[in-house]
């Protein structure tokens, strides 16, 4: 099997709390790329990355258009703009909002799917919608790993749910052991490939 490339995050309401515990459990040395979609304001600029910064390890990017994707650094979605995986390089899209929210979720979750299909990891944190069930689905579908945040340690209850529902996750965790779980799937693979 080849090794996971991309990791795509995607959490809304409580995600910063969220986004602490997972990004920050993640060593200087994880191999894997990480994309992170959070709703937020679209007034909100460069905010979530200086919030971030403390926590984590790797090195935090807010994504301009046509940015390189490469492993070892954690890419922000900017505010007010959909952030699309490609092959190799990140576009972002002014496109209507999805379920009411630019960044979408479900529009990371689905083109990181359709790049990367067995390479890519969908991990949905807490938050009050259905956005990323639906991407998670196409993660699922071409071949990749669906992880969602267990309801009962989110603040926002409702998306966890929602996927949980509608998709056959392979992993449903409390916050504290989604890290971990990152980690022990990128190096098990990382040493078979």
Known sequence: MMPFQIIAVGTSLGGFEALKAVLGG????????VAVVQHRSSEDSEGLLRLLEPYVKLPLVEVEDKDEIAGGNIYLSPPNYHLVAERGYFALSADTPVLHARPSIDVLFESAADSFGERAIGVLLTGMSRDGSAGLGKIKERGGLAVVQDPATAEGYAMPESA??????????PLAEIAPCLVELCAGLRSKA
């Open 26 to 33: 993640l060593p200087a040395d994880f191999p894997a790329a």
């Open 164 to 173: 949980i529902a509608s998709v056959p996750v392979d992993k449903v965790l």
